[in-house]
Structure formats: C-alpha cells, structure tokens
C-alpha cells in the first residue's frame, strides 16, 4: 500500500505536513485507515460467527492498524522527516471505553485472531456512551466520574440498520455502528458491530457523576456497562441492557443468514453464536422467539435448530459472578421471552427429571448459565484447571449428563498489541536472533537456544531498559511521580477484587516496609505498581485501594525507607496503561486464591514481554509453570484441592492466622493510629476487621510463603546471568499462549467455520 503523507496533508489541510498540530495528524491518519478499510471486502463463507460480548475492550486501534497494513514503518518514517513523533501521535487518540476486564480484552484478542485467520466473524455488542467508568483518586480513594469517550472518537461508521426491540408494554428502536477488524497482512476484514439506542439521551448523566435514572429506559439503555446493581432498578436496568443487546443481534443474524441464502430451517448452517460468558444467554429464547413467532416455525423444531447453534464460555466459578435473574424481572423486561424460557424449563425437567441442581429455573430464579448448558451444544472453561473444576465440581451434574459438550480452550492474547505494537524494542531483538517468522506463526521456541548467549542476554537487557524508559516517562507524565532509574519493577494490574489478593502484596508492602525500617536495605529499589479499578458498589475493593493509595503516601513521606521501597497505583489503569507498564516489568504478580482466578491473561502479557512470574498454582499459572519449568517461575500457596477442601469443610478460620505474632503486626498496622489519622479511618477499620475475621479469600493463609518467596525472587533478580535466562526461557515460551492458537482450537473443536 503506498502513501504519501505529504501530499495528503497539502489535499486535506492545504498546509505542509510540517506545519500540522498531532492531534490533527492523529485524524488524518485515522481517517487514512478508515478510508483504506472501507474497501476492504468482508470476509466470506456460508457459515458466520457471530461472537456476542457485553465488552469489548479493544484498546486504541491507530497503532493496531497501521501495523496491521504494514505501513507502520513508512508512515513512521515519513513523520519523521517532517519533524514528527508517531509515538506523540498515538497519544491523541482517545481509548475505547467498551470493557471491564480480562472477559472484555479475550474479546478484543479474540477478534484480531479471526480476523488475522481470515475467518468470517463479527463481534456483537452493545455501543456504551459512556463506557464502564474513569477512574479518578481524590482523598486517596477512587472516584467514579463517566468516561466521555464517545465525543472524542473517529472509527465508528454508521450503519443502515436499525431494528425495534419489543419490551413488555413498550418498545425502542435502534441503531447500529461498526468498527471494521483488519487482520494482520489480510486483504480482507470482519467487524465490531456495535447496536445504540436511537432515543438515548446523554443528558440523563449529570458532568462529574455516575449517577443517573435508572428507570428512564428508553433513554439510558447504552449508556453505562455494568450500572451500579445494588439495588432494584439497578438490577432490573441490567436485564433490559441484555435483552436488547440481543434482540438486535438475534435479528441480524436472521437477516444475515437469510441475504445468503437460508431458508432457516437450516440456520445453523450459517450462523454460530458463541456467547462470552452468560451477558448474552437471552439469545437463545430470542432466536425461538423470532422462528416462532415471527416465521411461523412450531416450537419444537426452533427448539432443535437453535440448539444446534449456540456456543457458550464459562470465565468464573465465583457464584456471585453466576448470573441469575428473577422471573419477574425477565417477565417486566419481555413477557414472551419469560414464558419461552418456562417452557424450556419444563421440556428440560421432563426429560431430565426435576433435578434442582440442574434447573434452570429454581426458586424464582432464572440460572442464565443452566439454561446455556442445556440449550446450547457447547461449554468450554478458559483454562485446563478451570475446566476440570467446571467438570468435576461446579458443573459436575451437566458434565455427567453432557459429557460431550464440555472442553477446554485456554485463553490467548494477541502477539500483534502485546508484543509487536507495545515493545518494538524485544520486538527487533527477536527479529535479528531468531529471525521474523514468529510474527506470524507466534513460535519463539528458537530463542531456546540462546539460553546461553551472553550477547543475546545482554540485548534483551537493554530490551527492559527501553521499556522501563518509556513507562517512566509514562508514570512521570500522567501522574508526577518520578521512578528511579535501577529500580525492581513488579507490577499487578487487573480489577480490584479479594480473590486476587491486592490485599496480600498490601501487607508485603508493610512487611518490606517494616523490614527497610529495621535497617535491612535491598540492593536495589523496589517500585511495586498497581493497576485496577473497583466495582462501585463493591465496599471492600474501594477499601483496597484506599489503603494501596494510604501506603503510597506513607512510604513517600517516609526519608529512610522511601529511596528504597516505592508504591505506585496507576491512575484509571486501561489498556494503554497495560502497553507501557506491561513491557517494563521484572516481576509478574499473579497471587489469586487458588482455583479462583479462571485463567487470567495479564500473566500471559507479562510472560510474552519477559516478566518472570510470581504466582498461586491458579488459572493458566498453571501452564505457565509447566511450560517453563521450575527454575524459571515462583510458585506458593494452598493448592485448590486444599481450598475447595477447606471450603468444603468450613475449616478455614482466619483469626487463627491473624493471632499469629508475625502476622498481627502487619494487619494491625493498618489501624494504628497516626496511619489511620491520615486516611478514612472508617476504610481502614472495616478493611481489618474483615482481614482478621473473616478474610474470605485466605490472604492470611499464604502469606508467610509469599513474602518468602518474593525474598528470594529478591534474592535471585540480584544474579544478573541467571535472571536473564528465566527472562528468555519465558518468552521463548510464551507462543503457545498466542490467541491465533486459541482460535484454530475454538474453530477446530466448535465453530467449524
Ligand atoms: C455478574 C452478574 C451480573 C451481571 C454481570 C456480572 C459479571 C460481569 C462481568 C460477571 C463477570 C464479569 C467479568 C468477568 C471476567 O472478566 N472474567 C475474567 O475472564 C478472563 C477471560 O477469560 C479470565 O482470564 C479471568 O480469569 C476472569 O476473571
């Protein structure tokens, strides 16, 4: 693809591209993009995914896409003749705020691999105004404020569709705006298409606050992902959000299916719907819903043929994470979708027998989860001990009747964002050791053989270096906090949650503290970053990060410990955040309650970019671990056969575990009184009590093996040679996490495409 910049620039502005401001190269390029996509056929074939998501957290896409057509380095170039910056540049453009977590970027990685395949799939969602939330901290605590991202944006591209969704007693019409997927060095596309509200009114949200009427649904239905759902309305608000984000997908793909050629009995054959987790469950009584009623099919036949069509992934065994939705709720949002899925209920219970385990209805309440097991051909876990959780307890009744739908597919990320786009510097090392193909093909396993190059060692060095330079930078501009230059980075960033134990490495922070106190100073510094954002209406998350904020102050202030030990906590932590602090990091801390975290993707992000990890035996750590061996990872902790015992049994009591001397000294210091005087004292208090009493996700359990373990990660960063080669076995390792490889799976196993 050719380009002239110059003359673009002279066509578009009338002005040299030496006089153009960044913000205004920022839009010429996007437009550039936008331009060269819109030509781009789709790509084809009879059969379709369609790959339904309340979140895609898809990040900035200039960089993405520049590279994607290959003409990063051109555009680069040309830039820079002129006097330009590309990485300044890619500052302009504003972030997405489509997603959550990790649930929301599989998405978004998934999304670049099919379209990097060349296979025909779209994402579906829904078209949120304002995104999850900003993340600002004042008084050290996190404020919620909405994230006007939408005003600021320059890839959606109207479409002609629109569709009315029927609630009960009234319906809304609705639009639909893409963004186009370019795969990486394709000449074909597929897209985001993402539905809006037609009569949706920004107004309701007041500037500065997440606040906003929650039974004005006609008007508030795109406007916030994931709503305070502490109360009723909230609640309610959310299963109005599900339903129309799949009745307009449910009607496109009938649309769709039928332009190319469908009489509908045979849809399956065009059309697969994989569901990312349970958000999307209504699509099934939908799909009945409109062969039924709006084709005339009887109920049986819709029954099997959507039966055959549905595809669902499970990313969590933690039960308040199980969706389950009153009846009644369901019958106030659509009454016909209500009394579809009764009668799914009562064909399930009589071929099954009344089996409360497996009901999808049960005490007033509609299992989203049963009803996608039972009504669609296919389960899958995000990693292999996730799965045999899923199978062998959480879901053991399903597997024993299904055992044929449940599999495994480990999550992946994509290796164009999480090492090409975000560490050009590990990217080229690559290049000139093991030469280029593994863009493509992912493999860095010939790295392996440069275990011992001291050469190749010292490059990726100076690899870290670079990166570390760039996130300084990045910490330095956004938030005016200075990193010294030979510090130990050792970062956990993910949503705030107490099964991920942010809790844990707060009270190794006051271990460390107390221990630099005693006169024990390390060799080098330490700056231990966090990332994350809390659920609004989750207490003791918000508590978390209130005391993170409070150490980070109090070390700070602190003149003898503070050259040596540093807290940092990233300011509204997002995907561009995760590509500057990502490449930089020593230590990946990957620390949750053993068989709570399903997989986690933040581990394989680290791993690619040659963190070395420090981890429970949870998720994908545990592939990690047994790709890489046990000299190239720290592993700790309960295992979960011990956990689930523990649970099982009641036997955990964590007043046992705060009583210990050791470890009172550190919960206790989070109430003593002149920390406590410079925070909110009623946080800290609530945050201790629960940590002494309760502690629910065992931080107590583990943490006198994780600070010893992290001593000694310490210990060992300090013998340069051998670090580096864990540095390098790790990212030699790293290929079998791409998510090209996930997707070939899901295609292979599931999609058939
Ligand atoms: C629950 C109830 C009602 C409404 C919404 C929800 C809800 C919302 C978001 C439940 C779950 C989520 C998000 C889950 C998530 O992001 N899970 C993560 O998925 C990743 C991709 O598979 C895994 O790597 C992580 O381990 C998992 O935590």
Known sequence: MKIDLEARSQEKFGRPLAELDNPTICTM????????????????????????????????????????????????????????????????????????????????????????????????????????????????????????????????????????????????????????????????????????LESVDDSLVPPNSIDFDKTAIKKNLTLFLYPDDSDDAGRLLRVYQEYFMVSNAAQLIIDEAQERGSNLHDLPDYAVVHINDTHPSMVIPELIRLLVDEHSFDFDEAVSIVKNMVAYTNHTILAEALEKWPLKSLQTVSPRIAEIIEKLDELEKKEYGDNPDVAIIRDGAVHMAHMAIHYGFSINGVAALHTKILEDTELHPFYEMYPEKFSNKTNGITFRRWIMDCNPALSSVLDDVIGTDWRTTCDLTGLMAYKDDDSVLQRLDDAKDKAKISMRDFIWK????????????????????????????????????????????????????????????????????????????????????????????????????????????????????????????????????????????????????????????????????????????????????????????????????????????????????DMANKDWFMALLDIEEYIQKKELVLRDFEDRESWLKKSLVNIAQAGDFSSDRTIRQYNKDIWHL
């Not at 790509?43 to 960089?63: M, V």
């Not at 649930?103 to 978004?108: E, H, T, Y």
């Not at 030990?565 to 509204?572: A, D, H, K, T």
Request: aromatic share 10%; hydrophobic share 40%; glycine share 8%.
């Open 29 to 196: 390029l996007e437009d550039l993009v936008r331009e060269h996509a819109a030509v781009m056929p789709l790509n084809d074939g009879k059969r379709r995914l369609y790959y339904l998501s309340a979140e895609f957290l898809i990040g900035r896409l200039l960089t993405n896409n520049l590279l994607e057509l290959g003409i990063y380095d051109d555009v680069k170039s040309q830039l820079a003749a002129a006097g330009h910056d590309l990485g300044a540049v890619e500052e302009c453009e504003v972030e997405p705020s489509l997603g959550n977590g990790g649930l929301g970027r599989l998405a978004a990685c998934f999304l670049d691999s099919i379209a990097t395949l060349g296979l025909p799939g779209d994402g579906i969602g829904l078209n949120w105004h304002y995104g999850l939330f900003h993340q600002k901290f004042i008084d050290l605590q996190q404020a919620a404020e909405p994230d006007t991202w939408l005003d600021r944006q320059d890839w959606l591209v109207k479409d002609e569709k629109f569709y009315t969704v029927q609630f009960g007693g009234f319906s809304v019409k609705s639009c639909l705006y893409d963004i186009d997927v370019l795969g990486y060095q394709r000449t074909t596309k597929n897209r985001l298409r993402l539905f809006d």
């Open 478 to 689: 956004n938030q005016g906090v200075h990193i010294p230059e030979d510090a130990i980075i050792d970062v956990q960033v993910k949503r705030i949650h107490e099964y991920k134990r942010q809790q844990m490495l707060a009270l190794y922070i006051i271990w460390k503290y107390l221990d630099i106190k005693n006169g024990n100073i390390p060799p080098h510094p330490i700056t231990i970053i966090f990332g994350g954002k809390a659920a609004p209406a989750y207490t003791i998350a918000q508590d978390i990060i209130h005391l993170i904020l409070m150490l980070s102050r109090w070390i700070a202030a602190d003149p003898v410990v503070s050259p040596h030990l540093q807290v940092i906590m990233i300011e509204n932590y997002n995907v561009s955040a995760a590509e500057r602090v990502i490449p930089a990091a020593d230590i990946s801390e990957q620390i949750s309650l053993a068989s709570k975290e399903a997989s986690g993707t933040s581990n394989m992000k680290f791993m690619l970019n040659g963190a070395v990890t420090l981890c429970t035996l949870d998720g994908a750590n545990v592939e990690i671990a047994d790709l890489v061996g046990d000299g190239n990872i720290y592993t700790f902790g309960t295992s979960s056969k011990e956990v689930e015992h523990l649970y099982a049994e009641n036997a955990y009591h964590a007043h046992d575990y705060y009583e210990k001397p050791g470890i009172k000294l550190l919960v206790d210091f989070i109430t003593n009184p002149s920390f406590m005087a410079l925070g909110n004292a009623g946080r800290l208090q609530r945050l201790h009590d």
